[in-house]
Each structure stands twice: as structure tokens, then as C-alpha cells.
């Protein structure tokens, strides 16, 4: 008899397996011993990475930020790779790992909490500036800034030009704001997060939600293509404006005869 111990489903399960050699003659649940439960939960996390946590939304792109911090700005900032966050699942995840080895359910964790450890000080006290989760328009309204779920290739070496340019090895992976069109009016150029390295892609939207133009380059959306899809838009949606000049337009999320 043996007792066998498996992390399976979010959680630790142990089985009191009788056999003869490799024929299961029997097995019954049984209460995972602490120790063999915490050999099992390490052996999953080797096998699944960070994904055996199933985090939600919040904690990926936490996660997501951070991975921003450190490719751009280096150390302290940690790496958030997979095999960085598993070399490291004690000092962020440790009264967790305990928590799942006495029976707790991976839905019981709070990721987000277990993430922030992993914040270097005194420089997180600057977190929400570099790496925001929501950023301001001309409207007057803020937007969730949607951050790449990119952090597998951290150690990628940039140049200032590429950096620059939004683009190079591959892509460098922009924040995304979706906004209406009409609330941007006026905006000149993307903001800049961490420390002025990387523009907010903006996906400007109709007033139906849908998309109208894809551009980190602002100024040139308005000299140029925004003729195009005010020709197109204006007669489709008369109750928003499409002014000639967008650079004077007065940016709001109302329509124009609003009430």
C-alpha cells in the first residue's frame, strides 16, 4: 500500500492505492500528508508554470506590467517569465504553496497579492506612474490601458531607435487604449509610459464600438487618414461629430444634440 498524492483539479488529492506490482487492485481517497502534497504541487508547477494558478484577469496583466518594467527598464525590475517566476515561486508564492499543501484550492489564492512580493522598493513607489492601468483622455473620461501578455522573451536587448519606432526584432509589444474618436480630439501625440520609452497604441473607435484606425501616431491620423473616415462616418452616425479641423474640435464621449 502506498499513499499517492496528485495535484489535480486546483487542488492536492491523495489516494491510499493497494497493489500488486503494477496491477491497482484498490484505492480509496484519503487526506494528503503536507509534505508528499507540497512535492506534488512543486512537480505540477514544474510541468505547467504559473499557469497551474489560473489567474484572473487582473493578476495577468499585473503580471503583464511588470514584464513591461522589466524589459524597458531593467533591474530591479524582475523578470516575469515562466521559468523566472518558478526559480522564485517561494518568495512570491510561499504561504500559498503552504496554503495548496494543507488542502486549499488554487481558487482560494489571491495572485494579485502574491504577484506585488515581487515589486523591488523603494522603486514600485513609482509603479502606477510607469505602468498605469487606466490613462486620461481629452474627453475628461479615463480608459483601461490594456498591457501585451507578452513576458516569454524578457532577456530581447532593444536599441533606442527600435524603442523609438514601436517596432524592431520581431514587434515590441505596445499598452492598448480602445476609445471613441471623438474623445481624442485635439491629442496631438500618444502619451508615453515607462519614463517616455513606450506610446499607447490607440485603437479609435465608432461610436458603435467598432474600429476605425489603429495608430500610435496621432498627428498624422489627424492630417491624414481621419479625412477618409469622416467621409464615411459622418452620414452613418449624424448624432456625433465629425468636425473638418479635429485639431480645434471640442473631444466628448455625448453626441451633439445630446437630450
Request: charged content about 25%; glycine content about 6%.
Amino acid at each position: 500500500r502506498e499513499l499517492s498524492v496528485r495535484f489535480v483539479d486546483g487542488r492536492a488529492r491523495a489516494r491510499d492505492v493497494e497493489s500488486l506490482g503494477a496491477i491497482e487492485l484498490a484505492a480509496t481517497p484519503a487526506r494528503p500528508d503536507p509534505e508528499q502534497a507540497a512535492e506534488a504541487i512543486g512537480r505540477a508547477l514544474e510541468e505547467q508554470g504559473p499557469a497551474l494558478l489560473e489567474m484572473p484577469e487582473q493578476a495577468l496583466q499585473l503580471r503583464a506590467r511588470m514584464a513591461a518594467c522589466h524589459r524597458h527598464l531593467g533591474e530591479p525590475w524582475p523578470a516575469m517569465d515562466d521559468d523566472s517566476l518558478g526559480a522564485q515561486a517561494q518568495v512570491w508564492l510561499g504561504p500559498e504553496l503552504a496554503a495548496l499543501a494543507r488542502g486549499a484550492s488554487v481558487r482560494s489564492i489571491d495572485t494579485v497579492s502574491a504577484l506585488r512580493r515581487l515589486l523591488p522598493w523603494p522603486e514600485a513607489s513609482r509603479f502606477e506612474e510607469l505602468a498605469p492601468q487606466r490613462l486620461a483622455v481629452p474627453s475628461g473620461a479615463s480608459h483601461r490601458i490594456l498591457w501585451p501578455q507578452q513576458w516569454e522573451s524578457e532577456e530581447v536587448a532593444l536599441t533606442d531607435q527600435e524603442e523609438q519606432a514601436g517596432s524592431g526584432r520581431g514587434q515590441v509589444p505596445q499598452p492598448i487604449v480602445r476609445v471613441k474618436l471623438q474623445e481624442c480630439f485635439g491629442l496631438a501625440e500618444s502619451p508615453r509610459l515607462l519614463d517616455g520609452r513606450l506610446p499607447v497604441l490607440f485603437h479609435l473607435l465608432s461610436p458603435a464600438g467598432r474600429e476605425l484606425a489603429i495608430t500610435a501616431d496621432l498627428a498624422s491620423f489627424w492630417d491624414g487618414p481621419y479625412r477618409q473616415v469622416r467621409a464615411e462616418m459622418r452620414g452613418r452616425y449624424p448624432k456625433h461629430p465629425w468636425p473638418e479641423d479635429p485639431w480645434a474640435a471640442q473631444a466628448t464621449a455625448r453626441t451633439r444634440r445630446r437630450g
